[in-house]
């Protein structure tokens, strides 16, 4: 299970970070993929673009590979199971602990005068979407890993008050390095929302693609053979191993150690790499956005799984709490 939340646009970084994983995943088990509006409504109140950003986010998991025939994709408010578990967690989540979380932290200054209970309680959410599936499996990065520690707090806490219900929740990647894609600029990764111009957008124009290829953070050259690569350059180099063919590397890399490298060059290959592999994406969603009569034949296919899902561990739940009175 895992859900990722319809504020900005999915990037590259989401793609090889997460979408990669998921399409192989739905393969190999049962999946539950959500679009987080819940969550999303602990920092962006405003609803207007709701909707838009919801099918956008929608379709480019489609367009990535995943298939509403054999994973659940839905809603998140659309399995109304998710609040009563939401509720009940919340009757185990203490106020100390969820103001140390990291995120809380970070939210709160963002936004000093929407500091929300929602927002507070935000883990307490993420777990109970964990959880009404009773998945055991959650392909999240390393910044979601407080989040998962947490739900695996309440699983215990539930577990010995009522009775056995829930599996721990642990992160899964295969077992493999999680993808980290750098930004353009040399200064962290890719953002949703953040360094947009040093952010490439599964949703960007090949005109713009090019532009911020471009852009990327470079200098003069090595001088001396064989010269450790500074970070920004060993990013531009990160980011053609995802997109170029293997010689096309090598002959960069060989260049570089040779001190025969024009950057001019290797970003004007890069950025042409980039637009060959996400065009097609960008086109294919942009068909799948414009259909919504699929999409809500989508949402409602996987609303209707994940409520199946969600029905049959909330009957445990009321079982194990005491609160079935006839």
């Known amino acids: 299970m895992s859900g990722i939340r319809p504020t900005g646009f999915l990037h590259l970084g989401n793609y090889f970070g997460a979408l990669r994983n998921f399409v192989r995943m739905q393969e190999e088990y049962p999946c539950f993929f959500m679009v987080a509006d819940l969550h999303a409504l602990t920092t962006h109140p405003d609803t207007k673009e709701l909707k838009t950003n919801i099918h956008?986010?929608?379709?480019?998991?489609?367009?990535?590979g995943l298939d509403p025939d054999k994973a659940a994709l839905y809603c998140?408010?659309?399995v109304f199971e998710t609040s009563e578990l939401y509720l009940y967690l919340n009757m185990l989540?203490?106020?100390?602990?969820?103001?140390?979380?990291?995120?809380?932290?970070?939210?709160?200054?963002?936004?000093?005068?929407?500091?929300?209970?929602?927002?507070?309680?935000?883990p307490v959410l993420q777990a109970a979407d964990i959880l009404l599936h009773r998945a055991a499996l959650v392909p999240v990065?390393?910044?979601?890993?407080?989040?998962?520690?947490?739900?695996?707090?309440?699983?215990?806490?539930?577990?010995h008050r009522y009775g056995e219900v829930f599996p721990e929740p642990f992160a899964f990647n295969y077992g493999e390095q999680l993808v980290k894609?750098?930004?353009?600029?040399?200064?962290?990764?890719?953002?949703?929302?953040?360094?947009?111009?040093?952010?490439?957008?599964l949703s960007d124009t090949d005109k713009l693609i090019l532009d911020k290829v471009k852009?990327?953070?470079?200098?003069?050259?090595?001088?001396?053979?064989?010269?450790?690569?500074?970070?920004?350059?060993?990013?531009?180099?990160?980011?053609?191993?995802?997109?170029?063919?293997e010689e096309v590397i090598k002959k960069f890399e060989d260049d570089y150690n040779n001190?025969?490298?024009?950057?001019?060059?290797?970003?004007?290959q890069l950025g042409e790499d980039m637009v060959n592999f996400i065009a097609p994406i960008r086109e294919k969603a942009e068909a799948i956005r414009n259909d919504e009569k699929y999409l809500k034949a989508v949402m409602e296919k996987g609303a209707d799984k994940a409520r199946t899902s969600a029905k049959a561990t909330m009957a445990l739940v009321r079982e194990a709490m005491g609160l079935i009175y006839y």
């Not at 956008?56 to 990535?64: G, S, T």
């Not at 990065?141 to 577990?159: A, C, I, P, W």
């Open 141 to 159: 990065g390393k910044d979601q890993e407080q989040h998962l520690e947490m739900s695996r707090t309440y699983v215990n806490r539930f577990n």
């Open 215 to 245: 852009k990327a953070k470079t200098d003069s050259g090595p001088t001396v053979p064989n010269s450790v690569k500074p970070d920004y350059i060993e990013n531009i180099f990160l980011l053609m191993k995802l997109v170029s063919k």
């Open 56 to 64: 956008r986010v929608l379709a480019e998991h489609i367009a990535c």
């Open 93 to 122: 989540a203490y106020k100390g602990e969820l103001e140390k979380t990291t995120t809380f932290k970070d939210k709160a200054r963002l936004q000093p005068d929407n500091i929300n209970a929602g927002l507070l309680t935000y």
């Open 259 to 268: 001190c025969t490298i024009r950057y001019g060059d290797m970003k004007k």
């Open 76 to 78: 998140q408010s659309h």
């Open 181 to 201: 894609v750098p930004s353009l600029d040399g200064a962290g990764k890719m953002s949703k929302s953040e360094n947009q111009n040093a952010t490439l957008y």
